[in-house]
């Protein structure tokens, strides 16, 4: 399975709105314990994949590649957290994960980041 890099990051970038929406008020559709799921999404079935096929990679990537699969996990758990702020109306401490300095923010630049230097090793992956 390939992974479109772009698609992936845009699609982590999206959840921001998803959860500033909801802490707006418009989180009905929103499931805490189903965004907590990381193999869900494209980027996470992507990453269980890879995990259970087990590629020769250079210790490098390897690297790079364990710490998003770790922190593709903590970006769900965080936002997760946020949902569940804002659907118990705790919208100011789900605000502040949103920010700047907040959990959220910080893992998912964190998750975007390390998606890029990822970008750079496709060719690893068998990607062009």
Known sequence: MELNFFSATN??????????DCVSGACSTLDPDTIALDNRC??????????ESCPAL?????RLFT???EEHAAFHRVAADVARQALANQRQEALQQLQ????????????IG???ELYLKRREFGMD
């Open 67 to 69: 710490r998003l699969f």
């Open 114 to 116: 390390t998606l890029g």
């Open 58 to 62: 250079s210790t490098d990537t390897q």
């Open 100 to 111: 700047g300095g907040g959990e959220y923010a910080r893992i998912s630049n964190q998750v």
């Open 11 to 20: 699609a982590h970038k999206a959840w921001k709105k998803r959860l500033h």
């Open 42 to 51: 494209d980027l996470g079935k992507w990453l269980y994949r890879i995990r």
